[in-house]
């Protein structure tokens, strides 16, 4: 097998061969770790089982060597009694004696080896016949191991013998133990150490760290060694009397383990040829995989750089070689893809690029002959906006470049056979002579005709036709059909989606009118030009006034039809180079790109409030309103688009307060009384924090015995720099500011409060009457607020009354009128106040629940001139309302005749400075009466 580093030059060669020698590896140490552990184990065992052995048969044999010594014992005392002495001694002991009446006689050896009392008194051992020989064990340097036996007595004396036996006797001869073995006696039961030739170090751990103490075989560090050790118990009690003793094998774990020592030198030899061969065999196996891999890889690489025609050979008869097969037939097919997709990428880029859809049809026609192998192909393109016209683009793939075009007119029943269900449609030549679209392909000779209906959204955009001189090719060609017409549907739904999104981003949806975005774009690039050729422009802000009325009368869908009348009428009076653009609500712009002359400007203005203050016929009811127009000019009245749209509004606001129905062109001081408004408004918010507000009342007297029937809670504001501020200024910036909610609530507190402590007992009317804020009225907790203040004053519900506008009611009659009936059940009553100034009709006054209807001052100029329609007016009003069952109010009254007058007309209460000025609460009682 030869093996090259070829197939390892790749990175994933590389990560296989390491992954497949660490699969290798793995197992191989695991085994010869577990193969040295379970070795080791086994060795240990047998050399603990070898050391145990050998521990048992030194401790039979030392058994026998006592016995041996007890019978010497027994001869020799018995030849001392006969002699007196021994002369050679015995070679089991050391030093022998006789002990008789407590004297001792040494019958061989040292003398200092044995007491010189006897060992042991009488003991019973040695006094049971028969006696029994008794085995006195002590380590070596404190007495030895000595064998005691009884005699007979003499002249009653008790007598003993007495032999100190020879350790290396007793323990038996270490030359002749195993190899590397060492023995030690030790006394079983309190583990002292009695003998332990050649391990000093035994001696030394004895000595520092208590007697050894072994419960199993097993190993223990001994003197810096690691050493097997197992041992033997000796019962001695069944031979002598004594305790039992204990044999301790000792041997080097280096010794032990030397069974085991040429398989420790073998093992990581055989983990090493056992990887080597692994290596080897993972590199075979790399070979066969990589050099597949590396020809795939080279033919993606190839047609990734757009050689579609690249094909590998791989022969191994694998999966590889399936591979490879699998391979060569997608790049076949992506071929052919990339070209469609050529295809298709280029009518998207015609479709972002093009000024209309004909192109982009064209263009696509012009490349269909790259991946067809079709005849002709036409594209019949149906105009959104015009049912009944579709334009049809035909072209021979013969011929790509020449592509003719035709306006065509399908009927209904041609477009309906397009627009089915079916992904394809097939026609032949006769059915395709019959089309009015069909005589174009059929000049050219065309007999037969596959079509894909272009859709998108269920909406059938266009119609793609494949045409062939004979019989179709086949599936190939109608899979590239239906790829087509499905990117030209979304290619032609995109181009009106975006078409869509740009009209709705820059017009308005109601009016069709371009947006504020659209007119702001037009303004800038307008003020661009005629800067640079120094000319003027204007602009119009336009209000449409009383609007409002409109939508709370007869709701917004009628508002909205009469906002498109009016965009209309724009048309009707501007140039065409003019723009006019929806600003918001009932708000427009105009933009008129020539302003040289100022009185042309002015006709225009008034031609746009005539025309938009016509009629409007709106659902079968006539609708009135008024412009209100503001002009500002370029470059006079600002520079930039900012400041002209600043400068008309506030032109517009001048033209509102100066009467409506009419056209201002800006000056500088308008943008003193907006800087103003917003100054009033600002110090308002401080007005309400720092007490600056406070109340004053004006009376409103029973016309029928001059009593004080109410007063009005009227809020003024004394300002710590400007005095006493009118109330014309300051209450409309509390609505536009939203300060009109807090400040309610404290009025209404406050009014409360003053009723009951501030009013003098003699003057103090029947009710209070406090004026309500539609934006107040509408809050959500209104009515709990309302509640909330009765209780915390203490004021009865029956004194307050409440003042709401007719107009208030008008924007949800339902929800007003049950909140209306809320109040009065917490017992407050409630009046309408400036009645006949909007859209006023007793029929909806009969249903709402207001007890009291205050008629506008408006009525009250000219009532004093006998037969004037305004008396007339004035006693039709207050008659039907006291029809209605209501208490009326007539406000405004200035002179003594007109308050004669009405008191003939039987108004209940009056109201105007000609009675009493607003004043501080103790001087209501001063009002004149009538």
Not at 161 to 176: K, M, Q, S, T
Not at 195 to 211: A, E, H, N, T, W
Not at 644 to 652: K, Q, S, W, Y
Not at 812 to 827: C, K, P, Q, V
């Amino acid at each position: 097998m030869r093996l090259t580093v070829g197939p390892f030059r790749g990175a994933f060669a590389r990560r296989l061969f390491l992954r497949f020698l660490l699969a290798a590896f793995v197992p191989v140490v695991a085994v010869a770790v577990l193969a040295w552990f379970n070795t080791t184990r086994v060795v240990a065992q047998q050399a603990a089982q070898r050391l145990a052995n050998d521990s048992q048969n030194q401790g039979l044999d030392m058994l026998g060597r006592l016995k041996v010594a007890e019978a010497l014992l027994i001869r020799i005392a018995e030849d001392s009694a006969e002699r007196g002495h021994t002369e050679n001694g015995a070679p089991a002991f050391e030093a022998l004696a006789l002990y008789s009446g407590g004297e001792r006689r040494m019958l061989y050896g040292d003398a200092q080896l044995l007491p010189v009392s006897p060992p042991e008194a009488a003991p019973s051992s040695l006094a049971r016949t028969p006696p029994r020989t008794r085995l006195l064990a002590q380590p070596l340097n404190e007495g030895g191991l000595v064998m005691l036996r009884a005699l007979t007595r003499v002249d009653g004396r008790p007598r003993m013998v007495a032999g100190r036996l020879d350790p290396d006797y007793v323990i038996g001869n270490a030359e002749r133990w195993p190899n590397d073995t060492r023995f030690c006696l030790v006394e079983q039961q309190t583990q002292r150490m009695l003998d332990c030739p050649d391990l000093q170090s035994v001696y030394d751990q004895r000595i520092q760290g208590g007697p050894i103490t072994l419960t199993a075989p097993g190993r223990i560090p001994l003197a810096g060694e690691d050493t097997l050790v197992a041992y033997w118990d000796v019962f001695i009690p069944s031979h002598f009397d004594g305790a039992s003793w204990r044999v301790v094998g000792f041997k080097p774990w280096a010794a032990a383990a030397r069974p085991a020592a040429t398989f420790y030198r073998l093992l990581p030899f055989v983990v090493l040829l056992s990887l080597i061969a692994a290596g080897m065999l993972g590199m075979s196996q790399i070979r066969r995989v990589s050099d597949p891999l590396r020809r795939l890889r080279g033919g993606v690489q190839r047609i990734a750089e757009g050689e579609f025609a690249t094909r590998v050979e791989i022969d191994s008869a694998d999966e590889f070689e399936e591979l490879g097969d699998a391979f060569n037939t997608m790049a076949k097919r992506l071929g052919t893809q990339f070209h469609t997709l050529d295809v298709l990428a280029a009518t998207d880029r015609g479709i972002l690029t093009s000024a209309g859809a004909d192109t982009v049809v064209e263009n696509m026609l012009q490349s269909l002959h790259r991946i067809m192998q079709a005849d002709a192909a036409a594209i019949l393109l149906f105009d959104p906006d015009l049912a009944q016209v579709a334009h049809l683009h035909v072209v021979e793939l013969a011929r790509p470049d020449d592509v003719n075009s035709y306006r065509v007119q399908p009927g209904a029943a041609e477009r309906a056979a397009l627009d089915t269900d079916e992904r394809l449609a097939y026609f032949d030549g006769d059915a395709l002579a019959e089309l009015s679209y069909g005589q174009p392909l059929r000049d050219l000779n065309i007999d037969r005709v596959t079509v894909a209906p272009v859709r998108e959204h269920g909406r059938l955009w266009a119609a793609l036709f494949v045409g062939y001189r004979g019989t179709a090719t086949g599936a190939e060609d109608e899979q590239q059909a239906l790829a087509v017409a499905d990117r030209l549907a979304v290619a032609l739904a995109a181009s009106r989606r975006e078409k869509e999104l740009y009209r709705q981003a820059h017009y308005d949806g109601l009016t069709g009118l371009p947006n504020r975005q659209l007119f702001i774009d037009r303004l800038d690039h307008q003020i661009a030009l005629a800067a640079g050729v120094e000319q003027s422009l204007a602009i119009m802000f336009i209000d449409l006034d009383h609007f409002k009325n409109v939508n709370d009368s007869v709701g917004h869908s009628a508002g909205d039809a009469l906002l498109v009348a009016a965009a209309q009428r724009f048309a009707e009076v501007l140039d065409d180079m003019d723009t006019v653009a929806r600003w918001g609500g009932d708000e427009f712009v105009v933009l008129l790109p020539r302003a040289e002359d100022v009185a042309a400007l002015d006709r225009c203005a008034r031609r746009l409030i005539e025309r938009l203050s016509e009629t409007y016929l709106i659902n079968g009811l006539e609708h009135r309103v008024s412009a209100s127009i503001g002009l500002a000019l370029f470059p006079a009245d600002g520079r930039d688009a900012e400041a002209l749209l600043a400068h008309a509004d506030a032109a517009m606001y001048q033209a509102k307060d100066g009467g409506r129905g009419r056209h201002v062109f800006f000056e500088k001081r308008m943008n003193e009384r907006v800087r103003e408004r917003v100054q009033i408004e600002a110090e308002l918010r401080h007005a309400i924090d720092n007490e600056e507000l406070f109340l004053q009342f004006q009376p409103l007297v029973r016309m029928h015995d001059g009593g004080l029937g109410a007063v009005e809670a009227l809020v003024r504001w004394r300002h710590p720099e400007r005095g006493i501020v009118p109330p014309g200024l300051f209450i409309p910036a509390l609505e536009s500011s939203g300060l009109i909610v807090a400040a309610g609530a404290w009025i209404l507190r406050q009014a409360c409060h003053q009723y009951l402590h501030a009013f003098p007992a003699s003057a103090r009317p029947e009710r209070i009457a406090v004026n309500v804020s539609p934006k107040q009225f509408w809050t959500e907790d209104f009515v709990d607020m309302v509640e909330r203040t009765l209780v915390q004053t203490g004021l009865p519900g029956e004194r307050l009354e409440l003042e709401i506008t007719e107009n208030l009611l008008l924007t949800d009659m339902a929800t007003a009128s049950a909140r209306i009936r809320e109040l009065n059940a917490l017992g407050v009553r409630m009046s309408m106040d400036d009645f006949g100034t909007g859209y006023s009709s007793f029929s909806y006054l009969r249903q709402l629940p207001v007890q009291t209807v205050k008629i506008d001052r408006c009525f009250v100029d000219g009532i004093e001139t006998p037969g004037s329609d305004a008396a007339i007016v004035m006693r039709s009003l207050i008659d039907m309302l006291h029809g209605l069952g209501k208490i009326v109010v007539v406000e405004g009254i200035e002179t003594a005749e007109q308050l004669d007058l009405l008191k003939r007309f039987g108004c209940d209460l009056a109201q105007g400075f000609y009675l009493s000025r607003p004043v501080a609460p103790d001087e209501v009682g001063a009002y004149l009466r009538p």
